[in-house]
């Protein structure tokens, strides 16, 4: 989970100026008033914030200052290596100083109460990329120097007197300095209090703020023909003073993403056992390519409703779920932002608000639990516990301490309360910075008492741990090590993802103590395929003799059939980035294309194989069986997610959650699953798997574990924009009964939307046989003859159709009944369908009822503003309700369609279709084709010629 990276930006300015940026020589305003106001680095690496790197200075005084005699020193530790040559370094690699650059300053005449902008080199944007503002203006040029992202310390003097000097990172001596990298989406901006500019900085990300146009008014680096300007606070919880010192509050302001109201199905809705569609979307209007925006989703069934993480906002959002299930189309859902820091803060003693990080709702719905972590990352945060409300609202009940930055909270059947505290390291590791130990706070239903529950009973078994594949870093010990992510609950236990040592701990929640810890294993990539090369544009998979994915699972769930307990979890893969600390390596020598491959740096780590590389993340997800010996893995998806999306979206295959790029993510964890949760409809378990990078949603029956197989993937995205409908889903919450309908919620990090998705079983009324043999078998056999029996349903297209499907599935259940052990089962029931598949696609090819060999004659597409126009010849035989769009280059784009018809004369039809959405001046190219359903099942003509028009 990410919230923890996340927050919103008045909470992050509270943070920074209170704990991670420090002076270590006091700031003194110098006699002509001339400081350093801003600065802002990319490295010229594109993708970035502003389209120029910048140095903003600022007159303090009532009088002019003069410049001349005025130098600015540049130095970055980094320019050293040869690997950032293009930061304009001449020294060699290894040299042990960093490089100092200096640029004299124009001899002019700087104004009072005005600024100076020196505007340096240009970032080096691909295609597709573009800034979120641009730097238009400025007062000299420094045309040859980029500014490190990272780290860099900037030095202002005059006639070699030091003015001012600000310094990023470890490379400082002195001035301001922050503990981690500021990257090249943020810029450090000079604080100000009341209307004079004070001692310290701000961290501010222009990322996501290009439709902010107040937030760039206020921060966007001025010159001096800007004229003069008073500074003021620009506060986006609303608190304290307004632009030019007024005193008013700044309203909040953020960027809501750009929704359609396309009703999205899954891919394989037509034939497969469970159907999802969108239903219902709740947009919280906090758009944010880095994510935390709508992160997790907690369902109270008792009240119908749900409560949302919002990072951005720092608010936790109520949104109701009243009539969704009979909606046609999608519904717009309305929510209510409560202020969980309001409710919260004041509560516990020593307690400073950092983030709320996680929500659950009690079995019965009386109670919520919200994670809330300290603003020192070093300090233990609280879980407060809250009172439902029949309308789902919150009144504070009781704070109880949990361990170092609580993540995840969650209850199980009984009305426990447990949370997964991370304890990360945040300021990186070395002398000076902390390493939480991780832990789990456990809190009884009575809520009488509180425990918490370290690892340092492992702390003597380290080496055993490492033989067993739990990845260790290099001189550390267990309990400062591991860091909990999420935790499953079944019964009387606890199992607990430590994702970056790619492992699963089991917690005795009777006793409360840890009772194993067991490896989440790997992805053998010598005999499963995986697409690793970003360069050659397209799904590619290839085996590699001695490559390995760390599963290094995110989000896990329990589920239990049979009276065994079973644990899925979903592969992410997690690098640590704390600090300048960072485990990753990039080799330019895997892939073919000579792109680059992020692996993992095991030089630092225990637990892994000399001879083999690794990359981060399984790219799947696995069922592990609990078993008296710990966890026995029973199923595992392999390739299928990378496949499944190559196969549905192969235009934007492996893209990122803030692009549209195809092979964007090949050399990174690829689509990445996120999280996992189970629900039970019709009698069946499915698993839902959040695919955090392409997105969408994966859909496996788990029922049999052993023999758990794909069933349909729902995406909710619009790839026509790098951000648009619900994108990165991260939070699931299952609200259904065990019927035959349900509804998944999925909360989505980086569009800030709530996915709203309606599942719904396939009708089946076959009953199983009677004479099946009573053996131990029997059930498996029945539930084969079941699932190959409901494909009689689909039987509809002919007479010969419908009595050959007959016959293949006769002759498969009779295999079933002769088969032997479930291996058997499997293998006739999977032969059969086999079988049935081939017929109803043939029978499918001819198209009959009066739609067999049509093709639908299109006269002419005409553009009018916000309208596109199709004349076609109508047919008694079908009706047009679908239709394709595309760009004239290919890229196509289905959409469902609710036109309205006209009919004119000699038998031709108009359809409209709004285009409000398409790019004036660009041409697009239309057809159509007809359908007619019959007994749910549609049979569709051949396409109309493809005609092009112009959008006006």
């Not at 400082?172 to 500019?197: H, L, P, W």
């Not at 501010?204 to 680096?221: N, Q």
């Not at 945060?381 to 704070?399: H, N, P, Q, R, W």
């Not at 085996?543 to 589920?559: E, F, H």
Request: glycine share 10%; with cysteine; proline share 3%.
């Amino acid at each position: 989970m990410k919230t923890k990276r996340v927050l919103s930006i008045w909470l992050c300015i509270c943070m920074l100026l209170t704990t991670c940026i420090t002076a270590t020589a006091a700031f003194a305003e110098p006699a002509s008033g001339l400081i350093i106001c801003q600065v802002y680095g990319a490295g010229g690496k594109g993708d970035s914030a502003a389209d120029h790197s910048f140095i903003e200075l600022y007159n303090t005084s009532d009088t002019a200052v003069e410049l001349e005699g005025v130098t600015i020193e540049y130095s970055s530790a980094r320019a050293q290596t040869a690997e950032k040559t293009h930061l304009g370094s001449t020294l060699p690699v290894g040299a042990s100083e960093p490089e100092i650059k200096t640029l004299k300053l124009n001899n002019v005449s700087l104004p009072a109460h005005t600024s100076y902008l020196i505007r340096c080199a240009a970032e080096n944007y691909k295609e597709g990329e573009s800034p979120v503002f641009t730097v238009e203006k400025s007062d000299q040029e420094w045309a040859d120097r980029y500014i490190d992202n990272e780290q860099y310390t900037i030095t202002l003097k005059k006639d070699g007197t030091v003015l001012d000097t600000v310094s990023v990172n470890e490379n400082a001596s002195e001035g301001i300095i922050t503990d981690y990298g500021i990257s090249k989406q943020k810029a450090i901006y000079r604080n100000v209090s009341g209307n004079a500019f004070a001692d310290g900085f701000e961290v501010i990300e222009y990322k996501g703020k290009a439709e902010d146009t107040a937030f760039l008014a206020h921060y966007s680096p001025k010159a001096m023909s800007d004229g003069d300007w008073t500074p003021s606070v620009y506060n986006e919880s609303g608190e304290g003073e307004g632009e030019g010192g007024s005193g008013e509050a700044v309203t909040p302001s953020y960027t809501p993403v750009s929704t359609t109201d396309t009703v999205y199905e899954g891919f394989e809705n037509d034939t497969a056992a469970l159907k999802a569609q969108l239903i219902g979307r709740y947009n919280a209007g906090a758009m944010n390519e880095d994510g935390g925006s709508a992160e997790i989703a907690a369902y109270n069934s008792a009240r119908n409703c749900a409560y949302i993480i919002n990072g951005v906002k720092g608010t936790l959002d109520l949104i109701s779920l009243e009539g969704l299930g009979s909606v046609n189309g999608v519904a717009d859902i309305e929510g209510t932002e409560i202020n969980i820091r309001a409710l919260a803060e004041g509560k516990a003693t020593g307690f400073t608000y950092g983030d709320a990080t996680s929500v659950a709702v009690s079995p019965d719905g009386s109670k919520a639990a919200v994670a809330l972590q300290d603003a020192d990352y070093s300090k233990a945060g609280y879980i407060a516990v809250f009172t439902c409300g029949e309308d789902g609202s919150l009144e504070f009940e009781k704070m109880f301490i949990a361990g170092v930055q609580p993540d995840m909270v969650t209850f199980d059947e009984t009305g426990r309360i447990l949370s997964a505290n991370e304890g990360e390291p945040r300021n990186g590791y070395g002398e000076g910075t902390a390493d939480p130990a991780g832990s789990v706070t456990v809190i009884p239903a009575d809520l009488s008492s509180q425990t918490t529950v370290g690892f340092e009973s492992f702390d003597a078994s380290r080496d055993e741990l490492a033989d067993n594949g739990i990845v260790l870093k290099k001189n550390s010990m267990p309990s400062a090590d591991f860091e909990p992510e999420y935790i499953a609950v079944s019964g009387n236990t606890a199992y607990v993802s430590l994702q970056e040592a790619n492992a699963i701990a089991v917690l005795d929640l009777g006793t409360n103590t840890f009772t194993g810890i067991y490896s989440a294993g790997f992805e053998d990539y010598s005999s499963i395929p995986v697409d690793i090369d970003k360069g050659d544009g397209a799904y590619n998979p290839l085996t590699y003799s001695n490559l390995k994915g760390i599963r290094m699972p995110d989000g896990i769930c329990a589920y239990e059939k049979d009276g065994k307990t079973y644990i899925v979890t979903a592969n992410e893969g997690d690098s640590r980035e704390w600090g300048e600390y960072l485990n990753e390596k990039e080799d330019k020598n895997i892939a073919a294309s000579g792109k680059k491959v992020v692996l993992f740096d095991k030089s630092d780590y225990d637990g892994l194989e000399d001879d083999t590389n690794y990359l981060f993340g399984g790219r799947s997800f696995t069922v592990f069986e609990v078993t008296s010996g710990g966890l026995s893995e029973v199923y595992d998806s392999g390739s299928d997610f990378e496949a499944k999306t190559a196969e549905y979206l192969p235009s934007y295959f492996n893209c990122s959650n803030d692009d549209n790029i195809i092979d964007d993510r090949s050399g990174k964890k690829g689509p990445e699953p996120e999280s996992v949760t189970t629900g039970v409809i019709d009698g069946k378990v499915y698993a839902f798997i959040a695919l955090e990078r392409i997105g969408g949603i994966m859909i496996y029956d788990v029922t049999d574990p052993s023999n758990s197989k794909f069933v349909n993937y729902i995406n909710c995205r619009d790839f026509s924009e790098k951000v648009k409908d619900d994108v990165s889903p991260e939070g699931l919450a299952f609200a259904g009964t065990g019927s035959s309908q349900g509804i998944l919620l999925a909360a989505n990090e980086v569009s800030g939307t709530v996915s709203a998705i309606k599942l719904t079983a396939k009708k089946n009324t076959y009953t199983p046989s009677a004479s099946a043999p009573a053996d131990k078998y029997k059930t498996e056999r029945n539930e084969a003859e079941a699932e190959l029996n409901s494909y009689a349903d689909l039987s509809q297209y002919s007479e010969e159709g419908k009595a050959a499907v007959e016959k293949a599935v006769a002759d498969g259940i009779a295999a079933i009944k002769e088969a032997e052990d479930s291996g058997a089962i499997s293998a006739a029931l999977k032969s059969a369908k086999e079988a049935v598949d081939m017929i109803l696609t043939a029978n499918e090819e001819r198209i009959v009822n009066g739609v067999e060999n049509t093709k639908i004659s299109v006269s002419k597409v005409t553009s009018g503003k916000g309208y596109v126009r199709i004349v076609y010849k109508k047919s008694s035989s079908y009706k047009v309700d679908y239709y394709e769009v595309f760009r004239s280059k290919g890229d196509a784009k289905h959409f469902r369609t609710t036109a309205f018809f006209t009919t004119e004369k000699g038998g031709m039809t108009k359809i409209y279709r709004n285009t409000r959405s398409l790019k004036k001046g660009t041409k697009y190219s239309y057809r159509i084709r007809g359908v007619r359903v019959i007994d749910g099942q549609k049979y569709y003509t051949g396409w109309s010629r493809t005609v092009t028009v112009s959008a006006h």
